[in-house]
């Protein structure tokens, strides 16, 4: 006969087993490079976004050159998604704003997370130094997902290993932010990368 205690303990064990692992991560990079497009691309919930309207104000700190005559608002808070991995990890992204005087909020948004995606627009290759730089002093764990906007990559992944003076163990991916699949695949190179670090 099973007692009520041990069937209860049973039902316990199993609720516990079917919750999937919360994980946060970061998505972060230079202005316009594509981190609200990589969160929404891959989230199963209608992403939180807070982006703005650019205005004539903003313009001359706002400027993303080349990269999109077409981009008329940004992020000015955070972009929220949320994305399961099987049964066994429920994923929680966090994009963070572009712009340099917003990086204030980069302490928070980071607090907590077990790593971060640094999305690099090869076009602008400069604009990824101070997020690579950020996650390199917090002691973050980071892969940079090189986004190829129209399936353009103007530097090669050695390239860009060697332009950002990159530690052998970080990888470097490339990626596009409007793909789920590809999406999805460096979301998973994060992890495996985090977990490896937290075993070293």
């Known amino acids: 006969m099973v007692s009520v205690d041990s069937s209860f303990q049973s039902a316990q064990d199993?609720?516990?087993e079917s919750v999937p692992l919360p994980v946060k991560i970061v998505v972060a990079g230079g202005?316009?490079?594509g981190k609200t497009t990589f969160v929404s691309s891959i989230s199963e919930i209608d992403p939180l976004t807070t982006e703005a309207a650019l205005t004539t104000v903003s313009a001359a700190v706002d400027n993303e050159g080349d990269a999109g005559e077409s981009k008329t608002s940004t992020t000015v808070a955070m972009d929220f998604g949320r994305v399961g991995l099987g049964?066994?990890?429920?994923?929680?992204l966090f994009g963070t704003p572009g712009?340099?005087?917003?990086?204030?909020m980069w302490d928070e948004l980071t607090r907590g997370a077990i790593g971060?995606?640094?999305?690099l627009d090869t076009r602008r290759f400069e604009d990824s130094f101070g997020a690579v730089e950020y996650f390199e002093q917090a002691q973050v764990p980071f892969v940079v997902a090189i986004n190829a906007f129209h399936g353009d990559l103007h530097h090669s992944i050695e390239e860009v290993?060697?332009?950002l003076d990159l530690a052998p163990d970080i990888p470097v991916v490339s990626t596009d932010a409007r793909d789920r699949e590809r999406t999805k695949q460096t979301l998973l190179e994060l992890v495996e990368h985090a977990l490896l670090r937290s075993q070293g």
């Open 116 to 119: 971060a995606v640094v999305i």
């Open 87 to 92: 049964d066994e990890l429920v994923l929680y």
């Open 14 to 16: 199993t609720e516990s």
């Open 31 to 33: 202005y316009a490079v």
């Open 99 to 104: 712009q340099d005087r917003f990086r204030f």
């Open 161 to 163: 290993r060697e332009g």
